[in-house]
């Protein structure tokens, strides 16, 4: 759990309240003992699973991701990553229930483009509406327009994650003010989500007003995954923080802190 989460302060989602406003992937690490051990460290409640590429119980002879992440210690959501048609990812999704027992949290991706994985709008919105319409719960990763992300809300969607910048590129965030409109407008958690690469992208994207930063390359591929961990929960916390403080005013230059006006000559 977050360190310094406020008790009032609570990332609230379909109908739970989460402390950490960090969630995870389970991708590209080392080992599943790395996987569990980053996890952990990152503090993060809620942690997305690739049903396309990772074991669940559909495999019984291979290792089980969940043996590391157990249900009862963390929300798993359930992604249709690797899926670039609506069919695909409703598919998936609908197997995911199945394996998780009628789990209806998941995280709609539908990729349009497999260099760059950016998202296939027409596609996302379809399968949305599909997803919502059969009782799932969907979180859903789209581009930084701010006119799709209150689409997908009004559709129905209980959380809208727009990219930071391509998935796994690490660039941060690349137009802060698409983000901001997206936040400004929005009735429903938003929840950055691709592109980060550091600590300090995920406190920009906190700073903003985010309700949250979904993750996995940044820390996965780190060269010390678990300390990047630490280090992406601390910059949650402080982005957060720093939101809620409220930032000083930018100036073009500094004003004194005592004024020299009406002082006795």
């Known amino acids: 759990m977050a360190d310094t989460a406020q008790p009032d302060d609570l990332l609230a989602l379909a109908g739970r309240t989460y402390q950490s406003r960090l969630l995870v992937g389970t991708g590209k690490y ?58 695909d ?63 997908l809300e009004d ?14 590129s ?8 698409n983000i901001l409109t997206i936040v400004e407008n929005a009735s429903v958690p938003i929840i950055v989500d691709a592109g980060v690469g550091t600590a300090s992208d995920a406190a920009i994207a906190m700073e903003l007003g985010c309700d949250g930063v979904l993750m996995n390359t940044a820390i996965a591929e780190a060269r010390e995954p678990v300390r990047m961990a630490t280090a992406m929960r601390q910059a949650i916390d402080a982005g957060r923080n720093a939101f809620l403080a409220g930032r000083m005013p930018r100036r073009r230059y500094a004003s004194a802190s005592s004024p020299l006006t009406d002082m006795p000559g």
Do not use: W
Request: hydrophobic share 40%.
């Open 30 to 87: 080392a080992s599943m003992e790395q996987t569990g051990t980053a996890i952990r460290a990152s503090g993060a409640d809620i942690v997305t699973v690739a049903i396309r590429r990772s074991n669940i119980g559909q495999n019984p002879d291979k290792p089980n991701l969940l043996d590391v992440i157990p249900p009862d210690e963390f929300t798993i959501l359930p992604n249709t990553a690797g899926c670039y048609t609506t069919e």
């Open 89 to 151: 990812a409703v598919r998936t999704c609908r197997l995911a229930r199945e394996l998780l027992d009628g789990h209806n949290l998941v995280k709609l991706e539908v990729l349009g483009d497999k260099q760059t994985l950016y998202p296939d709008i027409t596609a996302t919105l379809e399968a949305a509406q599909i997803l919502v319409d059969d009782g799932f719960e969907v979180m859903v990763y789209t581009s930084d327009d701010p006119i799709i992300a209150k689409r």
């Open 155 to 168: 559709i129905g969607c209980v959380a809208v994650m727009p990219l930071a910048a391509p998935i796994g």
């Open 170 to 177: 690490g660039l941060g965030i690349q137009n802060r003010y």
